[in-house]
């Protein structure tokens, strides 16, 4: 099975600009963070920078390109953004509208239409996760190979500019004796979402059936395992249904912009 | 001696608001974070936000106003921004034109102008002094009761915008077997500029004379002590002298914004 894990992420880069992989990115690359990815018209750029700076546990930013460029140069060097993700969304006045290989024509025409694009790469779990496995910790819905469950809850973000809406988490069902060490682990990594924000409680922050996610798949909650709330890397997209901006390019879930940074580099 | 050490940041902000305290703030309402204030107008803003997204350890983001208030709701509840800080100063075009106890009247003409301003309020080092002293890890300008010394580096910031600039570093002498502590302590508090940028070698970093600082006051390098720096929120000053926009607020230097948050609270 050729599973792209020990290859360099300038490379599988190269290997989807041509169109050669078409499929969700984790385990990709081992080591190396992937990224969430939202792009919107610069006229919309200013609150949208903003919202990130008020809610950076849901939205921790890596890299945000210049107006116009279509590369991360330092988290992807030479990295083209329309092209380097395996499947990309648009959203039209907070609609889906379509999915894409390949969003080059549409950065295209908003530049024939006078419109600068400005690229935001946010922190994604992944990165979290390979630090969870190091520690024994185990990480459910990578055991059962599906996505990992996603909930909307009644946590509203701090609003910025236009742009307002509740925060995602991402679930992962954790053995009560090792919670603490989940903890602490990812509290060590702000970049990537950070802490958890509940532990234990869903319906404190308004999830009433843990069976039905809003995203991604159920996973098994094993007898003595506690589940554990993350802030998600899918908040800019609720946001974006719920402000809904004329258009904003995202990636589709899973499949995420590989970096050249590795996980260790965003400890600090 | 009146120190304000155990007041409340709400009381000692009214009473500066009132033109009752023109001083730095160093060592008041003790255990509660300080702040370095910059404020432009809203067509910089973007610009300068995108600087500081950048450039995350010489200017850590604590809060952004919405445009046209002059308030900090989260860190500083029913402040206001143009006259809670002792002492200002103000640059047109690069050039220090004026220190004032009240902007008010500037917040003012500039809105009858149209103009709305922005406000930026960002972390300062001396959060984590009070950790250090707490480790019994020496702050020797504390000891010797004058400003940090402060030094201009050849570090380039990454450029956003019009805005461009070298790092300002500050430096504190720490004996050479408790550099690891200092070290992991500050990397602890990264919304405070977290870990050094150097540890030894100024000359590494553009500096040629330690005996004399570009801002602040030199202080006693002991034997057995090596030179530790880090960043430094006098950075953005030095990028508006650099970048000369049109308009700019900040605090005098030492002068902060004293915010409703505790220092501990900067650790996550």
Redesign the interface.
Known sequence: MLDYKDWKPADLRALIREGGLDAPTAGMCSGYAQGNLVVLPEAL??DF??F???NPKACP?L??SDAGSRTFP?FGRGSDIARDIPRYRVYEDGVMTGEYQDVSALFDKKEQEGIRLVSFLIGCSFSFEADLLEAGIPVRQIEEGVNVPMYKTNIPC?PAGRFFGNMVVSMRPIPHRLVPAAAAIT?GM?RVH??PVQIGCPEAIGISDLTHPDFGDMVTIREGEVPVFWPCGVTPQNVVMSSKPSFVITHAPGHMFITDVKNAELR?
Do not use: F, H, N, W
């Open positions: 750029a200013y920078l903003l990130c700076q008020r930013l890299e945000v330092v701090v509290a702000p950070g802490a600090l």
